[in-house]
């Protein structure tokens, strides 16, 4: 399989073995990749909560997005830096994953979500009801995306 021997060598690379070399790395970057998913997520979900109508009142969603795009996307910066330094310490056991591949799947649809559907919501002029299914979608994406990334340890 051509992809196994992509990832059998990407477990040898120099990223792997800077990641399983001394023995504070992974948990160095596995912290900051938390961190960024704090920003991201955390910043998504206040606007999410703006469009729910459960809080912030006192700004429009696109002022609070507005606001917050640069911490959100400085939070999905640290994410996609960080995620591959991790995934190449054990790309093998990680590629086979169920957990890691929900993961997967959900940060995708959730990064797509966020630039398409999400970002026009925010707008003014969306519809009371178009911008709480906004809201609640891509609350429940993300929160897809971080339950998938706490099972990868569990499966």
Known sequence: MPGVSFFEWLTTSPWA???????WAFPVVQSLHFMGFALSIGT???VDLRLLGIAMRRQ???ELATD???WT???IAVMLI???LMFSADAVRYHYNPSFQFKMISL????LFHVTLHRRAVRSGTSPLLAKLAGGTSLALWIAVVAGGRMIAFV
């Open 60 to 62: 429009t969603a696109g």
């Open 108 to 111: 995708t649809v959730a990064l």
């Open 68 to 70: 917050l795009n640069r």
């Open 17 to 23: 073995n800077a990641m399983n070399g001394p023995e």
């Open 82 to 84: 960080t995620g591959p």
């Open 44 to 46: 998504i979900a206040i």
């Open 73 to 75: 996307w400085i939070g």
